[in-house]
């Protein structure tokens, strides 16, 4: 039986992987010498630019971190296959809590940058309104409205697309839940890492499947390489429009981004890009199988 799975969803993943072949994270090398001269006082501010500067670095640092971890949880995979050893089992689910995590961080980074650069076109009137918001995503959500609100194609700027995956981590770092890594030893195919988030009362409550997901099973397990892929790919489409709205706020001199281009010529930023790559592309091939 075919495995469900939406246009959508395969769009979205063909779509990061095709960002990544452009070399998605020389945008963040563009911006970092943009300039950003819009109000009074921006010029030669030093804390605004190092706001920029900063959160753009972690971005890149953080995404490092991910694939490493990503990279880390596949070896460990394959041990566990081999040997059995519920030792490797139990620091899988370890590894992919620290990706939760680490996902989550990405995004309030963005934030931070958006504040940064819409505050100079905000009038007060906004500023206040952004304020008053009582939430972070409710800000962030406000941030990303502005933005499509002043470029209609980026209509899909939308925190709720990173519900599950927040509220996931939100358990994990607030309530105790725990990421289980499960494995069935009576399947002849255990080719998909599988795991689930439990919380602390996961044993007194009834078995429920969320939704039909092309990432979950029968029982409700989460298959790791169909999951992250589309969040990963999800956080990729989602920064890749972001950066295109900064780097059209923001002036570069002509000269210096020719040298910019010379000097990252064909040359990823990351060389973990190779990798999330070639992973995608798995993804891409083994869900048309599934799907069949």
């Known amino acids: 039986m075919g495995r469900l799975i939406s246009n959508r969803e395969i769009q979205i993943i063909e779509k990061a992987y095709n960002i990544l072949k452009e070399n998605m994270f020389l945008k963040t090398v563009y911006i970092d010498n943009s300039f950003f001269p819009k109000k009074e006082g921006v010029e030669g501010n030093e804390k605004f630019y190092n706001c920029i500067d900063y959160n753009l670095k972690a971005i890149r640092q953080d995404f490092r971190k991910i694939l490493t971890i990503m990279f880390s949880i596949n070896n ?32 309030e980074y963005i934030h931070k940058i958006l504040k940064e650069i819409l505050f100079l076109d905000f009038t007060e009137k906004e500023r206040k309104k952004y304020n008053k918001k009582e939430y972070e995503y409710e800000k962030f959500q406000y941030l990303l409205n502005y933005i499509i609100e002043k470029n209609k194609d980026n209509s899909n700027l939308d925190i ?133």
Not at 198 to 222: A, P, R, V, W
Not at 235 to 258: A, P, T, W
């Open 76 to 107: 460990r995979y394959k041990e566990f296959k081999e040997k059995r050893n519920t030792f490797f089992q139990n620091e899988i689910g370890c590894l992919i809590e620290y990706l939760f995590i680490k996902y989550r961080v990405i995004l």
């Open 160 to 292: 709720k697309i990173f519900k599950e995956i927040i509220d996931d981590r939100n358990s994990l770092v607030h309530n105790g839940a725990t990421c289980v890594v499960y494995y069935d030893y009576r399947e002849e195919d255990n080719k998909y890492l599988k795991f689930k988030i439990n919380s602390l009362d996961e044993l007194d409550k009834e078995i429920k499947i969320k939704k039909e997901t092309f990432y979950q099973t029968e029982k409700g397990l989460i298959i790791y390489d169909f999951y992250w892929g589309l969040y990963i790919s999800k956080l990729i489409v989602f920064l890749e429009n972001i950066y295109r709205f900064i780097l059209d706020k923001g002036i570069l001199d002509n000269d210096k981004k020719e040298k910019i281009d010379e000097l990252l010529k064909n040359i990823k930023v990351s060389p973990g890009e190779y990798i999330l790559e070639d992973f995608l592309n798995d993804i891409i091939l083994n869900i048309v199988q599934e799907s069949v």
